[in-house]
């Protein structure tokens, strides 16, 4: 199949009242991402069962209740200092992929490799996993009210999740994003509720725990190692800040819209978070908040009595949002690859008529249900959070490299060195005591990241493979393009045409020249 000369004819529109032949439409990804569905992909993606669970380990660690929201809060300050960052670079390497692709522009291909090789085999299937194991656990809840629901009726419900929100995926961007739209609004009115229960608590009197001379008496001090574990609690409740430089290319004015989206959303989750854990907090004792293992469910045994149903059902319905926002974020990561010549072409194709990215999507779905197979995901976990920092801080680390390398080069958002600078600091201590307390956690994500080098040396950098080899590569590929109604995506001549790099206008030099 021709993907390049095919799917002109395919598209191709008739005007049959001015009877004359017009510009085909383009087979290439649909920028059908406005600031609102930007938004709820932010928003979506980090508050999934985090805000519901993480409370318990923030306390547990900090060890008091004063302590713990004053870490809530530094949370969100770090998400926002990682965004901001993150949002120059959306819109100085205006590509999709996000951390992969930056780190692939700035440090090279082996670098990005090593990211996208550990995304791919660990971090997203894992993370997916888990996601869709919460949801089924609430599902089922209310069906085993007594016992923990069957390991095969779990994953049995996570699987099928799984395939209707891969198949929603591969129908439509717009019904994906519809979906992202409506569940986010759900996550938000489900906090909501319980931001206004612990608020009507607060008006009756009950808030003891949270006067200063209660917050922050403590049994025992806490030591600088506890408080970063309780950090890293708090940050895996944020995770997500950084998944719509993901979908860049299909962001409706990205320049404008991705670091708007992120000013929004950022504040608005540490907001809204702090706000349920002072209802928590309202609400339960101390005591009461460590011995529970689903926070969300026990604030709603205790205070909404035979609607105390919700708060499972909200969890639930939050963990499938999240899942549709994994989905479609990480098949765009997997498309990125394929674009790159990092993974098999197969990859860097799209539906011809609905313009998604079916082979990426398949792969992510496939990836998270072998993960469901091996069961294994809470120890996978504590390996895809060392990989994940890494990640962030690499990146982070690359801004601050294209800076000194491209000093002239045009970027539309240019943070103070103070914010990297800053986030890194944080980052570097974060990892320090992540490595110091957690050794072969640490280890074993070095590991899996690093078996990636000579999966790169033997299918990226060897060009000189023996001619069955590619035969074989060719071969599969026509057979997932027939298979899958797959194209490879077109470009517009225009977007070819412009300069890939602007000079800085208050140079007025290219970079290119500049080094010259």
């Not at 990859?347 to 993960?371: D, E, F, S």
């Not at 800053?422 to 956690?441: D, H, I, K, N, Q």
Request: contains cysteine; glycine residues 8%.
């Amino acid at each position: 199949m021709d993907g390049q000369n095919g799917s002109s004819s395919i598209c191709s529109r008739q005007d049959t009242k001015k009877k004359k032949k017009q510009i085909p439409d383009r087979v290439t990804l649909k920028k059908e991402i406005g600031l609102l569905s930007a938004c709820t992909i932010i928003i979506g993606n980090i508050i999934g069962s985090g805000i519901f669970i993480s409370p318990k380990g923030v306390l547990e660690h900090s060890g008091s209740v004063g302590l713990a929201l004053v870490v809530w809060v530094l949370g969100g300050c770090i998400a926002a200092l990682g965004s901001l960052c993150y949002a120059e670079l959306g819109v100085t390497i205006p590509k999709s992929g996000g951390d992969y692709s930056y780190v692939t522009e700035i440090f090279g291909g082996l670098m990005g490799f090593l990211l996208l090789w550990s995304a791919v085999l660990i971090m997203y299937p894992t993370t997916l996993a888990v996601i869709a194991l919460t949801f089924s656990s609430y599902v089922l809840q209310p069906v085993f009210p007594n016992c923990v629901p069957p390991y095969m009726a779990t994953r049995m419900l996570s699987a099928t999740c799984l395939l209707l929100l891969t198949w929603v995926n591969c129908s439509s961007v717009r019904m994906a994003t519809r979906i992202q739209d409506v569940f986010t609004v759900g996550k938000l009115m489900a906090l909501g509720l319980i931001i206004v229960v612990g608020l009507v608590q607060i008006c009756n009197g009950n808030y003891e725990a949270l006067t200063p001379q209660v917050a922050f008496s403590m049994e025992r001090t806490p030591s600088v190692g506890q408080i970063a574990l309780a950090f890293l609690q708090a940050s895996f409740a944020f995770s997500g800040w950084n998944f719509l430089n993901y979908v860049t290319e299909e962001v409706v004015e990205p320049r404008r819209n991705l670091p708007r989206a992120i000013y929004i959303s950022i504040p608005l989750v540490t907001f809204v978070y702090t706000l349920t854990n002072i209802a928590y907090f309202s609400s339960m004792s101390p005591e009461e908040l460590l011995s529970s293992n689903a926070v969300a469910v026990t604030f709603g045994e205790k205070l909404l009595g035979m609607f105390s149903v919700i708060m499972p059902i909200s969890v639930a319905l939050s963990t499938f949002g999240g899942i549709n926002g994994y989905l479609f974020t990480s098949s765009r990561l997997c498309f990125s690859g394929a674009r790159e010549g990092h993974l098999p072409s197969l990859l860097a194709m799209i539906h011809y008529k609905n313009c998604t990215p079916i082979p990426a999507l398949l792969v992510c779905c496939a990836a998270t249900i072998v993960i469901l197979c091996i069961g294994e995901t809470h120890n996978l976990i504590n390996y895809v959070s060392f990989i994940n920092y890494l990640s962030y801080g690499v990146t982070i680390a690359g801004l601050l490299y294209h800076r000194w390398k491209k000093p002239n080069l045009y970027r539309p958002i240019k943070v103070n060195l103070l914010v990297p600078v800053c986030y890194l600091m944080f980052w570097a201590l974060l990892l320090g005591f992540s490595l110091y307390s957690e050794p072969v956690v640490c280890g074993v994500g070095l590991v899996i990241m690093l078996t990636g080098v000579p999966v790169y040396f033997l299918g990226v950098h060897w060009k000189e493979k023996p001619k069955c080899i590619y035969n074989f590569i060719e071969r599969a590929t026509y057979v997932g393009q027939r298979l899958c109604f797959v194209v490879f995506p077109q470009f517009d001549p225009i977007e070819i045409a412009s300069p890939s790099e602007w000079t800085d206008r208050s140079s007025g030099r290219s970079s290119l020249s500049a080094n010259s």
